[in-house]
């Protein structure tokens, strides 16, 4: 069981790991940790192209309880969860920072995030 487990959670890091839309939603939301936004307005600051892979994601990700949304007068809001440590390890890994080449430090956190409780996860490396 436990073996089934870790591959299905390896699988989905892996897929949020590759999908643009996907880290740069959390970015936004990593820049912004405690505003609500509807799907008009992060279209627009997000500058994705594509609306549909940008509601995936949306969909993909308040799934996985990295955002949280709730109907506002009809239009969804979303914002970034306040679970922690989810909520501390996005704002910490994601937010704006000078990153080396070859930086995997948002696949290691998002491995983190999502086997937390996993003997076999791995801890984020410290900041210099």
């Not at 892996?14 to 990593?30: D, G, P, S, T, V």
Request: charged share 25%; proline share 6%; glycine share 8%.
């Amino acid at each position: 069981m436990l073996e089934v487990e870790f591959k299905e959670n390896k699988q989905l890091v892996e897929e949020l790991c590759r999908n643009q839309y996907h880290r740069e939603i959390l970015r936004f939301f990593a820049r912004h940790p405690y505003a609500r936004f509807d799907k008009q307005v992060l279209l627009g600051g997000l500058g994705l192209s594509d609306t549909h892979r940008v509601e995936m994601s949306l969909e993909a990700l308040s799934g996985q309880k990295l955002l949280e949304t709730r109907g506002g007068r009809g239009t969804p809001l979303y914002w970034l969860t306040r679970r922690e440590p989810v909520h501390g390890a996005i704002k910490s890994v994601l937010t704006p920072e000078v990153h080396q080449p070859g930086d995997n430090r948002d696949r290691m956190a998002m491995m983190q995030l999502i086997m937390p409780l996993s003997p076999c996860s791995v801890m984020v490396p410290a900041s210099k």
